[in-house]
């Protein structure tokens, strides 16, 4: 599992869309499909159901949703932090 796939997860969860999460994050819907195909076989459960051209979370994907925007929020926390201007006491 990685940041990229918890991002992904968490925008096809809101858009019910592989061709909107794939927008979204500039990689093709074939992408998408992949990494949560991936993320779904290491995780050893379903998170989507296809229902015709759109992808429906299930209860367990409703779950971990939360989860996996505070991961993201964090990294994006830790991100910002970690480039903020260089202190004294830091080594390089």
Known sequence: MNIQQLSYFSTAVDTNSFKETARTHFVTPAAISKALRDLETELGIKLF????????????????????????????????????????????
């Open 49 to 92: 159901v296809k229902e015709g051209r759109a992808i429906v979370p299930t209860e367990k994907a409703l779950l971990l949703k939360p989860l996996a925007d505070n991961i993201s929020r964090n990294v994006k926390e830790f991100e910002r932090l970690a480039k903020l201007p260089k202190e004294e006491n830091d080594t390089p």
